[in-house]
């Protein structure tokens, strides 16, 4: 088994001032470090995942801003690749899946943001593509979602919704301290 991290959408507009800002993105960032310096210190490949928002009415991720810039906390080192997507799944249109797959990866760690969106939908196109995926739950988070009649469905009932709809069938789903004590898949 051949693993790399994959760390999604750890940008600055997610943080505290940010334009979209998640619920505890500093806990998560601390984890997705964690277990980045894992990664790097075992000499294991790191790839990083930056949204580039495109669309008309995009009201953060905008292109050229501060925002849009991966987060101090896991700042990209200069061999480590960054593939720039404007969608939800990681893998369309970056050539992030011809990268690990001509670099013999089979087995991703995935973490980032946001858990009900980019998360979820990455991991399940990993599933798609053949990858072995653990995903670590708190290097992950999201944000409250809300129905058309305002019920609000709060950001940790969100998180964990998704992180049990991942865990076994398209991911082994873990926490940044199973990784990093040897549960590495």
């Not at 990209?76 to 939800?88: Q, T």
Request: with cysteine; hydrophobic share 40%.
């Amino acid at each position: 088994m051949k693993s790399a991290i994959v760390l999604i959408d750890i940008q600055n507009d997610y943080f505290e001032g940010g334009k979209n800002e998640l619920h505890h993105s500093d806990k998560a960032a601390v984890h997705a470090k964690q277990a980045l310096n894992f990664f790097r210190n075992a000499k294991m490949p790191v790839y990083h995942v930056q949204h580039v928002s495109g669309g008309e009415g995009a009201t953060f991720f905008l292109p050229d801003t501060n925002g849009a810039e991966i987060h101090k906390s896991v700042t990209p080192l200069a061999e480590e690749k960054v593939f720039v997507k404007h969608a939800p799944n990681a893998f369309y249109n970056t050539g992030l899946s011809g990268e690990l797959l001509s670099n013999g990866i089979n087995h991703l760690v995935i973490c980032g943001m946001m858990s009900h969106m980019c998360i979820d939908t990455t991991v399940r196109a990993a599933w798609d593509y053949g990858f072995s995926v653990t995903v670590l739950e708190d290097a992950c988070t999201t944000m409250d979602l809300v129905l058309k009649n305002g019920a609000v469905i709060p950001a940790e009932t969100v998180h964990n919704t998704f992180m049990a709809s991942l865990n076994g069938t398209f991911a082994k789903v873990l926490q940044a301290d199973d990784l990093c004590h040897g549960e590495l898949q």
